[in-house]
């Protein structure tokens, strides 16, 4: 392990995390909200140990797999310990342990919160809790690799670390442009849901704030019934539509934008992502139809209360845009409603949105993986003298990245279950306890049970606020990146 490179890749990582202050620093200034101080000092001190960090130079300069996979874990834990720091010296969050997992959350777009009144909140910390989700959403390292072109060789070890989905294409030769293409694109996407937020007649600051949710798939906002608090079918149609459109791989804008309509339109895991998202959606519309006369459980003071289909269907539309892209908004509470209804949405949890988007969960594509893999092997089975391969988009799979997914796919589940055990410590419900594991290592925040769209993870005590926090960052690193620290071969020279 190279750890002087290790080092100093990480303190400049820590250094772009600490210029990422200064706007709601600018923020808290413009609107006067009284806590520039301590996010002036934070970012003072993630300035500070990035530069410390940063000064220590590598001998060699060669970035081998381990060290990015390395790299980006203690990136984002540094990180993630730092952009707490305003909420404790504001006294808000007067635990370090509470101040960790909200920011956590927050870099990892999780959006799992254990605040119980988030409006006492001041704007600027506000401001800060959600952009944190924009800044984590297309990914920090990604970020970093913009701003910073000279990181290292082979940086492309980094973007593998940190991007989400079985593979990593560059769509361009050199890793640095490829990282401008994907920011260009997300800032792009960004712009166009604020327009449309305006549009909708939501003031600057909370387009803003809603926009970073919807934009890293995160679910932070300004109000306690999220963006029920709106009531508006509007903005639950522009925030669904942006949700869905932030799910779906960013390669595929590259391709449309550059008018490879085959490599866009055709690519299989778009067509199954929308199948699954648009299937669900009208299964649940139906499921949610008799609960008119209680406004759907809708979370808004005074919600729709007839029983016109396009109404579930604009209800369930936002909740299962909202889940499968794992980015946690809601604007009714579906722990309300019907068990169906209930069950599917924990399902697409699983499943989660595309590869190469913000999205957590466990990616469409590999779902389309381990199903091809399980009907490769069933003929088999029947015909075990023929020959079978896996193919996905007219091109055969390798056997190396079929031997990744499932070992990914173990490797998530062993996680899931030994987390449940320890959380189930606490002694609240099998509901609430799986459902928080789900909801924190697929990146999605709310879950059922205690941890419902209206309810937070402040009951958990500190050994499974630490646990789900792991699972936050296991689930948004894609599992090896944060187990390969506990191996003893990584640290070898």
Not at 153 to 161: P, T, V
Not at 381 to 390: A, E, G, Q
Request: glycine share 10%; with cysteine.
């Amino acid at each position: 392990m190279n750890k002087r490179l290790l080092c100093h890749l990480v303190g400049n990582v820590v250094r772009v995390c600490g210029a990422l202050m200064a706007l709601p620093v600018l923020v808290s200034l413009i609107l006067r909200s009284g806590d520039t101080m301590p996010l002036v000092l934070s970012m003072l001190i993630a300035l500070a140990v990035g530069t410390a960090m940063a000064l220590v130079q590598p001998r060699r300069d060669t970035l081998r797999a381990r060290e990015g996979f390395a790299i980006v874990a203690f990136s984002w834990i540094i990180v993630s310990f730092l952009g707490g720091l305003p909420f404790y010296f504001s006294g808000y969050i007067p635990s370090l342990v509470d101040c960790f997992f909200e920011t956590v959350s927050g870099f990892t777009t999780t959006g799992a919160t254990i605040l119980t009144d988030v409006e006492a909140l001041p704007k600027g910390l506000l401001f800060w809790r959600s952009f944190t989700h924009w800044a984590g959403g297309m990914g920090v390292l990604v970020l970093s690799l913009a701003l910073i072109p000279k990181m290292g060789a082979r940086s492309i070890h980094l973007m593998r670390a940190e991007s989400p989905g079985p593979s990593t294409d560059k769509l361009v030769p050199r890793v640095a442009n490829n990282a401008k293409i994907l920011y260009e694109i997300y800032v792009a996407l960004s712009l166009f849901m604020v327009a449309a937020l305006l549009f909708c007649r939501m003031d600057l600051y909370d387009a803003l704030v809603h926009m970073f949710g919807a934009a890293g798939t995160g679910g932070f906002g300004t109000y306690g019934n999220s963006i029920a608090h709106w009531n508006s079918a509007a903005v639950d149609i522009v925030t669904g539509v942006f949700m869905a459109l932030f799910g779906v791989n960013f390669s595929i804008y590259y391709f449309l934008i550059h008018r490879n309509w085959k490599a866009g339109l055709g690519n299989s895991e778009l067509r199954v992502y929308w199948a699954i998202l648009l299937g669900a959606t009208v299964l649940i519309a139906i499921n949610i139809m008799p609960l008119a006369g209680q406004g759907f459980y809708s979370m808004a003071e005074n919600p729709p209360k007839d029983g016109n289909f396009f109404t579930a269907l604009r209800y369930s539309f936002f909740q299962v845009s909202s889940v499968m892209t794992t980015t946690g908004y809601a604007t009714a509470d579906f722990n309300l409603w019907p068990q169906f209804s209930r069950v599917l949405l924990v399902v697409i949890m699983f499943i989660g949105a595309s590869a190469g988007s913000t999205g957590g969960g466990m990616k469409v594509i590999r779902l389309q993986l381990l199903v091809k893999s399980m009907v490769r092997d069933i003929r088999r089975t029947v015909h075990p003298k023929s020959v079978n391969t896996v193919k996905l988009d007219g091109h055969t799979v390798d056997e190396s990245i079929l031997s990744g997914v499932q070992g990914f796919f173990f490797a998530y589940m062993a996680v899931l279950l030994l987390s449940t055990i320890i959380v189930s410590l606490d002694g609240f419900s099998f509901e609430t306890n799986f459902t928080a594991v789900v909801a924190t290592l697929s990146n999605i925040g709310p879950g059922l049970g205690m941890v419902g769209p209206t309810g937070n993870f402040a009951a958990f005590s500190d050994l499974s606020k630490i646990v789900l926090s792991l699972c936050m960052l296991i689930g948004r690193l894609e599992v090896f990146p944060i187990l390969m620290l506990f191996s003893r071969s990584a640290w070898k020279k």
